[in-house]
């Protein structure tokens, strides 16, 4: 029900661009619920500007401007705090890069197939830095790289199947895809307006020896690194 409501929601901001009074009249949902919902979704200046000359709720106005000066605020203090981040990673030794994937894969990577490396992912950062960890330290040449994707029925499938394969800068081919996984819609399932969200990536690497590497790294790890 929930997920139902908030898609409403996103789609009466995107689509008719509404206040948070008129989604709340409409649906009844809490404010303090939307201003999580709708976050990502701030309403431009113009039709801020252009909802006050025809008579909006009083005050609905100002609450909106506010909550864009807010968000804008809080966008400068990310973009402070990220400059000041990448500049302590601009030297990483190749010892904390290691460990870095090692930590990646222990999280996210298939363990039970014993021989193939297997890492998904939805978003595109992750699956670019694996891609160049395996073959750096895995000694793993692109040619042999294979990728999957796994997309909602509701989504434009050739679409996202493109975007892709242009995050990959023409580096893998269309051959190294496998055929696309298309899965039916089920409650909870993630279709909101908006998003960023272009489905889920998946890689493969067949190699029992480099498996074998990979899992035993894991392990000495966590078994030198004890509390």
Same mark, same amino acid.
């Given at each position: ?49 252009? !909802? ?5 709720? @009083?005050?609905? /106005?100002? #609450?909106?401007?506010?909550? =864009? &000066? ?33 930590? !990646? ?5 298939? @363990?039970?197939? /014993?021989? #193939?490396?297997?890492?998904? =992912? &939805? ?105």
């Amino acid at each position: 029900m929930k997920t139902e409501l908030r898609q409403k929601a996103i789609d009466m901001r995107v689509d008719d661009e509404a206040s948070y009074s008129e989604i709340r009249k409409k649906l009844g949902v809490a404010k303090s619920t939307l201003s999580y919902w709708l976050r990502e979704h701030p309403l431009s200046s113009k039709r801020i500007s252009e !909802l006050r000359k025809s008579g909006w709720e @009083k005050g609905e /106005a100002s #609450r909106e401007k506010y909550r =864009n &000066t807010m968000r804008e605020k809080k966008e400068k203090i990310r973009a402070r705090v990220y400059q000041t981040e990448k500049e302590k990673f601009q030297n990483l030794s190749q010892e904390t890069l290691y460990v870095a994937g090692l930590m !990646l894969y222990s999280a996210e990577g298939g @363990k039970k197939d /014993a021989h #193939r490396i297997t890492l998904a =992912n &939805t978003d595109v950062a992750i699956i670019l830095f694996f891609i160049k960890w395996v073959q750096m330290f895995f000694d793993i040449e692109t040619r042999q790289l294979r990728f999957q994707l796994h997309l909602y029925e509701n989504m434009n499938i050739r679409k996202e199947e493109k975007f892709w394969r242009d995050s990959f800068s023409g580096k893998i081919k269309k051959s190294q895809f496998y055929k696309t996984q298309i899965r039916p819609l089920k409650a909870g399932s993630f279709t909101y307006k908006g998003s960023n969200n272009h489905g889920t990536c998946s890689i493969f690497v067949s190699s029992t020896e480099k498996k074998v590497k990979l899992i035993q790294s894991i392990r000495a790890f966590f078994d030198l690194h004890k509390i």
